[in-house]
């Protein structure tokens, strides 16, 4: 499967707002730079998840289009609150890291690392004051854990600060994922390592926690890495991750499980299970979610044409079982 890490799929089908509390009114204030109407609907939020999902698309896109009015639009509505100055120090990781491109570290000039660490020297700056006078506020660690990372501070302190976050709440998937992505090869970890924070993280979820979903994290990770098949067991695997999270009974519904489902069914369309794969498609009721999608080249073609297989295959399977139980003898 072909991959790169520079794609970015089209606005008008990935929708970053579509499945965010109050999705309709952050687009909308977003888009006119109204970053304060924004942070007010950001405070009714409760989940960290949430918060980190709303927090990282506001940061992520910009104003008509225009990162430095975005930049400004954030700078300016800075009240001196948590949540105000994480989500300024949230927009100077995103500025960094598109001035650093998502490609390999071989592929990156002197210049773009410059920038790059640059923008994320600013964002520790604000998050290390956020943190000391507000210890217990953990939309700044979860920013912090990916400074981290882009400042080459290593495993080690990567680690600290995830655990940091985890002992005021053990179930935020976004740092889980941010954590992960650490302690992968590619950045400096190891597959042991990675696999034994996957079962950590797992060991410790609560029924319907979507914690129990780093699995498909690490799995497709393997994936591009290389890893021509996925084993059987991986998908038995997943399988009873997808039960134990976002099929649970007790699973609440918020802006990561979109995501979550849109990761699942990449995974089963890249495990050559397209009937398992379906039935997280037909889950995104509001439209596509980009998730992992945008690691593929040409992401929207990839989800739209396995999506139709998906459905056939599915479409395919509940024929057959449905033939199977009219004439099955009596």
Known sequence: ???????????????????????????????????????????????HDDIAAVMWTIAGHA???????????????????????????ARYVTSGWEARSSAQAQFVSAGQFEQFHAWLRRAERILFDVCSQHPGYVPAWEVRIT????????????????DRLAAIDPQ??????????????????TWEQASQFVAECAARA???SLSHLLVVDLAFERAID??????PAMIDRVREAATQSVWHPHHTTGAATATAHTNLALFFT???RPADAWHHFAALSKGPVEGMWSYLDGAEEMYRKNHDAAAKAAAKAAAKAADGRTWAPA
């Open 1 to 47: 499967m072909a991959t790169r890490r520079d794609a970015a799929p089209t606005a008008e089908f990935f929708d970053p707002w579509a499945y965010l509390p109050d999705g309709s009114a952050l687009r909308g204030a977003c888009e006119v730079g109204d970053i304060a109407a924004a942070l007010a609907i950001m405070r009714g939020l409760t989940r």
């Open 63 to 89: 104003v008509g289009e225009d990162p430095p009015r975005l930049t400004a639009a954030i700078e300016a509505a800075d009240d001196g609150t948590p949540l105000a100055r994480t989500l300024r120090a």
């Open 147 to 162: 400074t981290a990372r882009g400042l080459d501070l290593g495993v080690g302190e990567t680690r600290r600060r995830y």
């Open 172 to 189: 935020v998937f976004a740092a889980q994922q941010a954590c992960l992505q650490q302690i992968l090869p590619k950045w400096g970890g």
């Open 206 to 208: 609560e029924p319907g």
């Open 226 to 231: 290389g890893e021509k098949t996925v084993p």
């Open 270 to 272: 890249t495990a050559a």
